[in-house]
Antibody, heavy 119, light 106 residues
Framework: QVQLVESGGGVVQPGRSLRLSCAASGFTFSNYGMHWVRQAPGKGLEWVAATSFDGVATKCAGSVKGRFTISRDNSKSTLYLQMDSLRAEDTAIYYC????????????WGQGTLVSVSS | EVVMTQSPAILSVYPGESATLSCRASQDISSNLAWYQQKPGQAPRLLIYGASTRATGVPARFSGSGSGTEFTLIISNLQSEDLAVYYCQQSNDWYPFGLGTNLEIK
């Protein structure tokens, strides 16, 4: 079955960087677009970034544009989120999610990794 | 940029009754609308995509409808396990979520 396992979260100071990973299994990773979604403590879901199946097309939400970069390594079935210039408001659980088809809903989610930005 | 607005913010319903959740898009998004269920301490789960298609394994008690800017999720014969926050999301090109409806069981 589909499995998505995030890692790389932790406590980091404002202005520093962190890279999240999402290891995928149970499906042909290179066939699907992938996303990062975050959830601040006690808040709702916020879409963060997307990448096409081949990694050629990417996009980010305005709140992270210029600071976060999504990428993927299809040879390793792994999704990444490079987070630079972190701010306190980036504190959240970060989920990776798989598209059900091109430009569609997210049918599989990881359990998330917690990022805490604090001095 | 499309903004998704959900109502009500909190909904309290007796077991066995039906719950109606609404979602409005600030622009026409055709049928590119998904619904998710998030139980406490868990990751979200896809319920409905394409505005009205149930995801794999989702009970028929969950039904979605609408197109354009107005969408509805109806949960029939409410069960205690349906306690959750429900989110709508535009699901094409950009993927904004609504703020959610917190469904309480009376």
């Amino acid at each position: 079955q589909v499995q998505l396992v995030e890692s790389g979260g932790g406590v980091v100071q404002p202005g520093r960087s962190l890279r999240l990973s999402c290891a995928a299994s149970g499906f042909t990773f290179s066939n699907y677009g992938m996303h990062w979604v975050r959830q601040a403590p006690g808040k709702g879901l916020e879409w963060v970034a997307a990448t096409s199946f081949d990694g050629v097309a990417t996009k980010c939400a305005g709140s992270v544009k210029g600071r976060f970069t999504i990428s993927r390594d299809n040879s390793k079935s792994t999704l990444y989120l490079q987070m630079d210039s972190l701010r306190a408001e980036d504190t959240a659980i970060y989920y990776c999610a798989k598209e059900i088809s091109v430009h569609s809903a997210f049918d599989s989610w990881g359990q998330g990794t917690l990022v805490s930005v604090s001095s | 940029e499309v903004v998704m607005t959900q109502s009500p913010a909190i909904l309290s319903v007796y077991p066995g009754e039906s719950a109606t959740l609404s979602c409005r898009a600030s622009q026409d998004i055709s049928s590119n609308l998904a619904w998710y269920q998030q139980k406490p301490g868990q990751a979200p789960r896809l319920l409905i995509y394409g505005a009205s298609t149930r995801a794999t394994g989702v009970p028929a008690r969950f039904s979605g409808s609408g197109s354009g800017t107005e969408f509805t999720l109806i949960i029939s014969n409410l069960q205690s396990e349906d306690l959750a926050v429900y989110y709508c999301q535009q699901s094409n090109d950009w993927y904004p979520f609504g703020l959610g409806t917190n469904l309480e069981i009376k």
